[in-house]
């Protein structure tokens, strides 16, 4: 049975940083994406950024460009989430995901979710 654990969210100021990590435990499948994503009070869950085992990224530019760098170390099957100049509208509960396969952006495309770490930036 696939876990997945985020640790890492909490209170920061504006402009501050952050770093999410994401444990998988329990994965069978060989080849495997891990993807952030995250979801506002009031809002649907919004992807942040995906990345494969080979490494090869993707994110929501329109809210993370330049400022978020996803990361993994397959070795700790851990996937990491920089976050640096966060703003107001960062805050929100960040839930890591994993699925078999390559890249993907959507949520219907991820089956086994971890259970949120929630990040607050205040103004």
């Known amino acids: 049975q696939v876990q997945l654990v985020e640790s890492g969210g909490g209170l920061v100021q504006a402009g501050g940083s952050l770093r999410l990590s994401c444990a998988a435990s329990?994965?069978?499948?060989?080849?495997?994406?891990m993807g952030w994503f995250r979801q506002a009070p009031g809002k649907e869950r919004e992807f942040v950024a995906a990345i494969d085992l080979s490494g090869s990224t993707t994110y929501n530019e329109d809210s993370v460009k330049g400022r978020f760098t996803i990361s993994i170390d397959n070795a700790k099957n851990t996937v990491y989430l920089q976050m640096n100049s966060l703003k107001p509208e960062d805050t929100a509960v960040y839930f890591c995901?994993?699925?078999?396969?390559?890249?993907?952006?959507?949520?219907?495309?991820?089956?086994?979710w971890g259970q949120g770490t929630q990040v607050t930036v205040s103004s």
């Open positions: 329990g994965r069978t499948f060989s080849r495997y994406t």
């Open positions: 995901a994993t699925r078999a396969g390559g890249i993907a952006r959507y949520l219907y495309q991820y089956a086994y």
